[in-house]
């Protein structure tokens, strides 16, 4: 079954660290280009993260560059989020994305809920 | 960084009317533009790629079209289950991949 899981989500205090990974499954992760977007809660889509098929590039939002790092392990078909120095405006539901052969986000997990509060 | 501009916030219609959503991007993203459904409580999905290319298993009532900075998604007759919040996103100048704000089309 071709799906994507995540995990690792939940409560934490502002300026603590927390680590998100995602489980894929049913297609080939190791040639797939991955992503991380999220979407606050009753807002819209915004992208965050994003790591080559071989871990040899990585992007980042500004709103996240020097906190969040981006990382696969294609023995483990797992790709990760480490998210440190979170701050309140991180809350969001954090999805993990495949872009597809067409260079589109053609594969979502069902995301896993962030809540930075005190 | 290419800001995607949607237009109108909400659509109010009713089941069997068309439905017209705008998407402007702030310089030329060609025809490199894309898509997506998201329903409460779930992930989004892609439905057009390149402006006008139905993805896998999206019906012949969606449908795409624009180039350059504007572009626009039709359905053109509203089922029950199409009532959801639309995003358009581009992949012509990255990073960042950005999105829309989204149009929510409900139930009138």
């Known amino acids: 079954q071709v799906q994507l899981v995540e995990s690792g989500g939940g409560v934490v205090q502002p300026g603590r660290s927390l680590r998100l990974s995602c489980a894929a499954s049913?297609?080939?992760?190791?040639?797939?280009?991955m992503h991380w977007v999220r979407q606050a809660p009753g807002k819209g889509l915004e992208w965050v993260a994003a790591?080559?098929?071989?871990?040899?590039?990585?992007y980042y939002a500004d709103s996240v560059k020097g906190r969040f790092t981006i990382s696969r392990d294609n023995s483990k078909n797992t790709l990760y989020l480490q998210m440190n120095s979170l701050r309140a405006e991180d809350t969001a539901v954090y999805y993990c994305?495949?872009?597809?052969?067409?260079?589109?986000?053609?594969?979502w997990g069902r995301g896993t809920l962030v809540t930075v509060s005190s | 960084e290419i800001v995607l501009t949607q237009s109108p916030a909400t659509l109010s219609l009713s089941p069997g009317e068309r439905a017209t959503l705008s998407c402007r991007a702030s310089q030329s993203v060609s025809s490199y533009l894309a898509w997506y459904q998201q329903k409460p409580g779930q992930a989004p999905r892609l439905l057009i790629y390149?402006?006008?290319n139905r993805a896998t298993g999206i019906p012949a009532r969606f449908s795409g079209s624009g180039s350059g900075t504007d572009f626009t998604l039709t359905i053109s007759s509203l089922e029950p289950e199409d009532f959801a919040v639309y995003y358009c996103q581009q992949r012509s100048d990255w990073p960042p991949w950005t999105f829309g704000q989204g149009t929510k089309v409900e139930i009138k």
């Open positions: 049913g297609f080939t992760f190791s040639s797939s280009g």
């Open positions: 390149d402006a006008s």
């Open positions: 790591i080559w098929y071989d871990g040899s590039n990585k």
């Open positions: 994305t495949k872009r597809g052969l067409l260079l589109y986000f053609d594969l």
